[in-house]
């Protein structure tokens, strides 16, 4: 299946990403063996290795000596983790110009309703990391996307994420596109100053799926497991219709990169299965797919690949969003609903991994 998503232009990224993946060796085979051109830095993952793994003990001993606070140390904490992985993703990084090879590294969930907050945090982030291949993920709530653009323009890479809907998907599309248009204004290289956006597809299909099993819409359980598929091509058929404007030909005779897709299930316990079942069901030219460890060792044993399930697929996507429509499934309220609960399942686990470097 591995040859077949490469084929089709589909990247992998590792989703579960911790120190244990460095220290174990795991991150190195996976990227030698072209499973892995990126990586994402989850604090779930890195509470997970602090309390099941040693890992982290010889840092936090350390940082429990020093006056930091626990947030400082959280910090110094991920920017040494992001570190490591950059480096260990360069070659791809330089292999492929910049199109892969990158890490995304988040900041406190707290600070997502202050643009200025995450903007100066966001900055002095990218400092501490130091490498070219880093970038900084901000939610896309209406903050963060102002932040998103100021960071654009100083140079800094973004990942936007936690996008539930169309609308949210072109509102970061814009912010990209305006960051660009201040960054080369201002002298900085177009194609150094990359963005990715993720669509939460498992917890679209989670959310919708949820209501759909109510006693009050007893005939929709056909239409379990579409919402997030209709939405990921909805928003590729918007991707295409970006390339294809304009503002995005004044820009890339600049230089600038695509704003690449990436398909997710946030900071959801996802087994294996369910994992590569959504990236069959979600393949397109140009985006990638962040799963965890195990579903990218699962998939050597794969079969069953169909190839391009979202190009040119605008029109069944409407007729799904259509008849779920009519089953009462309003998508306005589900968007909103599941950006502020993104929100708040981040905001419990930076709370926790708070708690866990305090008591270290």
């Given at each position: 299946m591995l040859e077949q998503l490469t084929a089709e232009g589909v990247g992998l990224w590792l989703d579960d990403f911790h120190r244990g993946r460095l220290l174990d060796g795991s991150l190195e085979r996976?990227?030698?063996?072209?499973?892995?051109?990126?990586?994402?830095?989850?604090?779930?993952a890195v509470v997970r290795a602090m309390t099941d793994t040693t890992a982290y003990h010889d840092q936090l001993n350390r940082l429990s000596t020093t006056a930091a606070s626990a947030e400082e140390r959280v910090y110094a904490l991920l920017a040494e983790d992001a570190r490591a992985a950059c480096t260990a993703?360069?070659?791809?990084?330089?292999a492929t110009n910049g199109m892969q090879g990158w890490v995304s590294l988040g900041i406190a969930p707290g600070l997502a309703s202050d643009a200025e907050a995450v903007t100066g945090r966001s900055k002095r982030l990218a400092e501490l990391v130091d490498r070219p291949n880093l970038l900084i993920r901000i939610p896309a709530t209406g903050e963060g996307l102002v932040a998103?653009?100021?960071?654009?323009?100083?140079?800094?890479?973004v990942h936007i994420a936690s996008v539930y809907s169309v609308p949210r998907y072109v509102q970061a599309v814009d912010a990209y596109f305006r960051g660009l248009e201040r960054a080369t204004a201002d002298g900085h290289t177009a194609s150094a100053v990359a963005s990715l956006v993720s669509v939460d597809v498992g917890h679209l299909n989670a959310g919708v799926d949820a209501l759909?099993?109510?006693?009050?819409?007893p005939h929709a359980a056909v239409l379990r497991g579409y919402a997030g598929v209709a939405v990921a091509q909805l928003v590729y058929h918007r991707y295409e219709e970006s390339l294809g404007c304009s503002d995005w030909r004044s820009l890339v005779a600049e230089g600038a990169r695509p704003q690449r897709l990436l398909?997710?299930?946030?900071?959801?316990?996802?087994?294996?299965?369910?994992?590569?079942d959504r990236v069959e069901r979600v393949i397109a030219w140009m985006t990638s797919h962040a799963l965890p460890q195990a579903a990218l060792e699962e998939l050597r044993h794969r079969e069953g690949f169909h190839g391009d399930t979202l190009s040119g697929e605008h029109g069944s996507a409407c007729r799904t969003l259509d008849e779920l429509g009519r089953v009462g499934v309003t998508f306005d309220s589900i968007a909103r609903d599941l950006e502020v609960a993104a929100i708040e399942r981040e905001r419990a686990v930076w709370e926790r991994l708070l708690t866990v470097v305090q008591a270290g």
């Amino acid at each position: 299946m591995l040859e077949q998503l490469t084929a089709e232009g589909v990247g992998l990224w590792l989703d579960d990403f911790h120190r244990g993946r460095l220290l174990d060796g795991s991150l190195e085979r996976l990227v030698a063996e072209g499973l892995v051109g990126g990586v994402v830095s989850r604090p779930a993952a890195v509470v997970r290795a602090m309390t099941d793994t040693t890992a982290y003990h010889d840092q936090l001993n350390r940082l429990s000596t020093t006056a930091a606070s626990a947030e400082e140390r959280v910090y110094a904490l991920l920017a040494e983790d992001a570190r490591a992985a950059c480096t260990a993703l360069e070659p791809v990084f330089r292999a492929t110009n910049g199109m892969q090879g990158w890490v995304s590294l988040g900041i406190a969930p707290g600070l997502a309703s202050d643009a200025e907050a995450v903007t100066g945090r966001s900055k002095r982030l990218a400092e501490l990391v130091d490498r070219p291949n880093l970038l900084i993920r901000i939610p896309a709530t209406g903050e963060g996307l102002v932040a998103v653009g100021e960071l654009l323009a100083h140079g800094v890479g973004v990942h936007i994420a936690s996008v539930y809907s169309v609308p949210r998907y072109v509102q970061a599309v814009d912010a990209y596109f305006r960051g660009l248009e201040r960054a080369t204004a201002d002298g900085h290289t177009a194609s150094a100053v990359a963005s990715l956006v993720s669509v939460d597809v498992g917890h679209l299909n989670a959310g919708v799926d949820a209501l759909l099993d109510g006693p009050a819409r007893p005939h929709a359980a056909v239409l379990r497991g579409y919402a997030g598929v209709a939405v990921a091509q909805l928003v590729y058929h918007r991707y295409e219709e970006s390339l294809g404007c304009s503002d995005w030909r004044s820009l890339v005779a600049e230089g600038a990169r695509p704003q690449r897709l990436l398909w997710t299930s946030e900071n959801a316990p996802e087994s294996p299965r369910s994992a590569l079942d959504r990236v069959e069901r979600v393949i397109a030219w140009m985006t990638s797919h962040a799963l965890p460890q195990a579903a990218l060792e699962e998939l050597r044993h794969r079969e069953g690949f169909h190839g391009d399930t979202l190009s040119g697929e605008h029109g069944s996507a409407c007729r799904t969003l259509d008849e779920l429509g009519r089953v009462g499934v309003t998508f306005d309220s589900i968007a909103r609903d599941l950006e502020v609960a993104a929100i708040e399942r981040e905001r419990a686990v930076w709370e926790r991994l708070l708690t866990v470097v305090q008591a270290g």
